[in-house]
């Protein structure tokens, strides 16, 4: 009688390659099944694969080169990216995600194109504790908002549908923030996303006041202006810091620059947005 063939009897490198082709999860719950799988599932050949492939080039760009000198395998070294890694002075911040290795990636205000920020009258530049970069931007009054960042998809994983995300804080003296919803856009080549969403949460004692001085005679042009669209909301983050999607896109395999942009150009004076960059990362179903 033939009895079937198991994983057990398969040589260690035939193993290898079947795990390197799943994922950092897989490899994880693989190596638990039995002790005879630890040392395979947890080998450089199998985790070096879920490495990018420009691994070598995103290691010379950290800040933080001197934790470098403490990881001894492929797998320290996937664990160790998957912590937010500050490169190319700081200015960027990279992560790969736990379970899939997909690459996400964070550009610091710095890093992005942002109307008036060098007039010191519009916005301040600042370091706070909270934040990853050494410096965030704060709104100090402004009536044309208009913030733009750009990346090439060849930094990302290929094939991939990617979320981008302005992360930002609100504070105490945040005003006209909420009066009109911005208008983002995500654009890949000729392809051009709009969107539109509050900078904010509306403030209810502040629609309450507006109300007894105005009537309904603004929230009907309000609501007027969001009938039959999605307006989006800023949503807290698991590290305190608020995002606003500004859209998605698909990386593909060709290498391509991305166009992202948040802009409120309604001439109502704003101030109090404090902006720490935008987030691109997986998105998930």
């Avoid at 193993?15 to 082709?21: C, G, K, P």
């Avoid at 930094?155 to 302005?166: E, I, K, M, R």
């Avoid at 309904?216 to 983050?237: A, I, K, L, S, W």
Wanted: with cysteine; hydrophobic share 35%; aromatic share 10%.
């Amino acid at each position: 009688m033939n009895s079937a063939t198991s994983i057990v009897s398969l040589p260690e490198e035939c193993v290898s390659a079947i795990l390197s082709r799943t994922s950092p999860q897989d490899a994880c719950r693989f190596s638990m099944v039995s002790h005879t799988f630890v040392s395979v599932a947890n080998s450089d050949l199998v985790w070096k694969n879920f490495l990018p492939s420009d691994y070598e080039d995103i290691l010379s760009r950290t800040v933080n080169q001197f934790a470098l000198k403490f990881i001894s395998s492929c797998k320290q070294l996937f664990r160790f990216l998957c912590r937010p890694v500050l490169l190319d002075g700081g200015n960027k911040s990279f992560k790969l995600e736990k379970c899939s290795g997909k690459i996400c990636y964070m550009l610091s205000a710095t890093e992005l194109s942002i109307a008036w920020s060098i007039d010191p009258m519009f916005w301040s530049w600042k370091p706070i504790p909270e934040s990853r970069f050494s410096l965030v931007a704060e709104l100090r009054t402004v009536n044309w908002l208009e913030i733009e960042g750009k990346m090439r998809t060849s930094v990302l994983t290929p094939n991939t549908s990617y979320g981008a995300y302005l992360v930002m804080k609100v504070s105490d003296r945040a005003y006209g923030l909420d009066s009109a919803p911005s208008e983002v856009s995500i654009t890949k080549g000729k392809i051009v996303k709009r969107g539109r969403a509050y900078l904010c949460n509306k403030d209810e004692n502040k629609c309450n006041m507006e109300t007894l001085f105005y009537g309904n005679r603004r929230n009907r042009m309000v609501q007027e202006q969001e009938d039959g669209e999605n307006v989006g909301v800023p949503c807290e983050r698991e590290d305190g810091w608020m995002e606003i999607e500004i859209g998605e896109f698909f990386s593909g395999e060709d290498d391509e620059e991305i166009q992202m942009s948040v802009a409120e150009v309604g001439h109502q004076l704003k101030g109090g947005l404090v902006l720490e960059g935008i987030e691109v990362r997986p998105k998930h179903t």
